[in-house]
């Protein structure tokens, strides 16, 4: 006789770049072991490999995480935690007075992307030219953190690049897409630095995943108020 199959929840989570509601359950026994091997690691490519791997398992397949925002993925990853081990999350944070930690609890549920302020993502390079972009995906940055100064400098170019989503003038618009990387490579150098600078901006200002915490010290009783941002800082 088959043993029975427990039913998990659905949840429903918005994609904070592109509004897209996308359905979700808690990460499983099954998934937590593969976030534990990632950690236990300490290699920040495999934590990242686990962590796409288990946002694809828990949103049925029907999200390539590659292809989403860094924010993107630290964000849905936030909504799996917070409903696969629980919404509060215990963490020490240090007071700006005297530097000694006091134990926070933090809402995970509460903790969202703020996308109002980001840039234009369409950008005018002349009278007759310009451009629009995309964010930074999370398979554009992975390898980053692995390179020297120098090659993060090439690598930050090769992004730019990549966030290219159209390039138009007053008679086409061509879909980046269509285009070779050569064509890319020598749309981009032909640039002045005024007009990448600008690309190079919307890069920069990319949302992130933020919260700001105000606690009393534990230690010296200053009131303290920290923002937290990056998906490490809330555990």
């Known amino acids: 006789m088959a043993l029975p199959i427990l039913e998990t929840p659905k949840y429903e989570a918005k994609i904070p770049s592109t509004g897209k509601k996308v359905l979700y359950r808690p990460y499983l026994v099954k998934e937590e072991k593969i976030l534990m091997v990632a950690i236990e690691s300490g290699d920040q490519k495999q934590i990242l490999q ?5 946002i694809e398992s828990c949103t049925f397949n029907k999200v390539d995480a590659d292809k989403l925002a860094l924010f993107d993925l630290e964000y849905l990853f936030l909504k799996l935690r917070s409903k696969s081990v629980g919404e509060v999350s215990k963490i020490n ?7 000694k930690p006091t134990m926070v609890e933090i809402n995970l549920d509460q903790i969202d992307v703020d996308t109002s302020k980001s840039p234009s993502n369409k950008i005018k390079l002349t009278d007759k030219v310009g451009i629009t972009l995309t964010w930074p995906k999370v398979d554009f940055l992975t390898s ?9 400098k090439e690598a930050l170019f090769d992004i730019v690049i990549k966030c290219i989503d159209t390039i138009y003038d007053d008679k086409a618009i061509h879909k980046a897409a269509d285009q070779s990387h050569e064509e890319l490579v020598q749309f981009v150098e032909s640039l002045n630095q005024s007009q990448f600078q600008k690309i190079q901006e919307f890069v920069e200002k990319m949302p992130k995943l933020e919260h700001t915490v105000d606690f009393t010290c534990s230690h010296c009783k200053a009131e303290n108020s920290i923002t937290l941002r990056g998906l490490q800082s809330f555990f």
Do not use: H, N
């Open 93 to 99: 944070i240090k007071c700006e007075k005297c530097q």
């Open 50 to 54: 686990g962590m796409k791997d288990v």
């Open 144 to 152: 980053l953190g692995e390179k020297t100064p120098e090659e993060q």
